[in-house]
């Protein structure tokens, strides 16, 4: 049983030279804290495990180590090399070199987010991002919030509280993170009406709900993350629109991903687009910003401005609205589309649009740098809800190490963490998903990583 009385008392150890420089940087109050947490496990330790009290300028070190982890930032950079391009749990989409930079200017300082420059006046914070919605689709105005979940429940609330919502039952879909439409619906106040069966829906159970005249608005759901196939029919977003608009009731259209660009043109499946949907004749449409816009976590209300008026001036909207560094990267995410430039600028989509040889050069660097491995082919996928039957091919690094958990393990502790899959015994590393400049440091943690792995 080691002697208790050798653990140093704390008024003892905060007269020590080197607990004195640790109090300089991180002050009494959590100095205090981490020494009494230190002294309790050591005394833990030595009551239950027989453990030595380690001398005093260890048990400083100890409360250095302690105070460096209370004060280390949990949320941190990783490297994606999952293959996953909008992977919900690493933070969908990484942002344009343009965004970043952006936000690096104007988001961090003052700004004239609501103050109109040209007369001195107060201004909106709407309007930054309405304008560049309406030139880039059409629409007559825009609101951003927070997300989509945000966007969809403002929108019901404001337009359909106390009333009647049609919806048919091949979309009361949860999306995921507890996102589900009847729950959404039941929180804004509106009154779900089904209609249809869950594989099934006609223009005529449309025709025949809204002829009751009951129906205040018709929410449209995007499916996003799950697929209907088999015995399974739905009329056209046309024909359902121009049935609602003949009973004078707008639709309202949760798109979820909220594509600009075509997926059809990149060997995917068509993923419906914002554009699509204007055409089709809904009168609003609600999106993710950080789905296939590729932009930062946002919800974006476009369409009628006589329907966006009361969206905006609904109590919720102050609740839910958009802070400065989401509206000023919002913005600039949307001026790569109106220039054009989105296929080279938007990192989703030169990751969806990257050519399968130039994914093979890339996976054959890597395998040359580290002088392991194999080049094999493989499945990327888009992810984030959006086509979720749909892979593409890819190309990537498979190592084979003696515990393939262990050394997934091993490259997550690494600085940064690194997110790979297991595949067959193998752990998989695929280009397409890790960003250029994060190429050193991948292969710098694989190599730590295998060192560990391989007991050296
Ligand atoms: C993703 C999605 C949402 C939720 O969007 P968030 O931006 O994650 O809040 C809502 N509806 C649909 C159809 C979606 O695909």
Not at 88 to 95: I, K, M, Q, W, Y
Not at 109 to 121: D, I, V
Not at 210 to 220: D, M, T, W
Request: charged share 20%; with cysteine; net charge negative.
């Amino acid at each position: 049983m080691p002697d208790l009385s050798q653990l140093p008392s704390i008024d003892h150890l905060l007269h020590q030279p080197e607990v004195q420089e640790i109090l300089q940087s991180y002050g009494r109050p959590y100095t205090l804290a981490a020494a009494r947490a230190i002294l309790d496990d050591l005394r833990e330790a030595a009551l239950q495990e027989n453990q030595a009290i380690p001398a005093e300028s260890e048990i400083a070190g100890l409360i250095r180590e302690q105070l460096e982890e209370w004060t280390s930032p949990t949320l941190m950079p990783v490297i994606n090399a999952t293959g996953v391009i909008l992977h919900t749990n690493l933070g969908r989409a990484p942002l344009s070199k343009a965004t970043r930079e952006a936000i690096a200017e104007i988001g961090v300082g003052y700004s004239n987010l609501e103050f109109n420059l040209a007369t001195g006046k107060r201004g909106k914070r709407a309007v930054h991002a309405s304008r560049l919605l309406s030139l880039l689709t059409g629409a007559e105005d825009g609101f951003v919030v927070n997300n989509n979940a945000g966007a969809v429940l403002l929108t019901l609330s404001a337009l359909a509280s106390g009333k009647n919502v049609l919806v048919s039952r091949t979309q009361l879909v949860e999306i995921g993170g507890g996102f589900r439409i009847p729950d959404v619906m039941r929180q804004s106040g509106a009154t779900l009406v089904e209609i249809g069966t869950t594989n099934r829906v006609h223009l005529s159970d449309f025709e025949q709900s809204l002829a009751g005249g009951e129906i205040a608005l018709v929410l449209i759901a995007h499916p996003s993350n799950f697929k209907l196939i088999g015995f399974h029919s739905e009329p056209e977003l046309a024909e359902i629109v121009e049935t609602a608009h003949r009973y004078r009731v707008p639709v309202v259209h949760d798109l979820g991903s909220g594509a600009l660009l075509d997926t059809a043109e990149f060997g995917l499946a068509h993923e419906p687009t914002i554009q699509e949907s204007l055409a089709a004749g809904c009168d609003l449409v609600c999106f993710s910003g950080d789905k296939l816009l590729g932009g930062p976590q946002a919800g974006i209300i476009i369409g009628r401005q006589d329907l966006l008026a009361p969206i905006k001036a609904h109590p919720l909207a102050r609740a839910l609205r958009a802070g400065k560094l989401t509206l000023t990267g919002v913005s600039a995410n949307l001026l790569h589309y109106l220039k054009n430039e989105a296929l080279s600028e938007v990192p989703i989509w030169q990751m969806i649009a990257l050519p399968l040889d130039a994914v093979q050069s890339r996976a054959a660097a890597w395998q040359a740098a580290l002088g392991f491995g194999l080049v094999q082919a493989g499945k990327s996928a888009v992810g984030g809800g959006s086509l979720p039957t749909e892979e593409m091919p890819t190309v990537t690094l498979a190592l084979a190490p003696p515990k393939p958990d262990a050394f997934l393990n091993g490259l997550r502790e690494a600085a940064p963490p690194v997110i790979a899959r297991i595949e067959n015994d193998q752990v998989l590393f695929d280009p397409r998903t890790v960003l250029p400049e994060q190429e050193d440091p991948l292969l710098e943690s694989i190599r730590q990583a295998w060192d560990e792995a391989h007991g050296s």
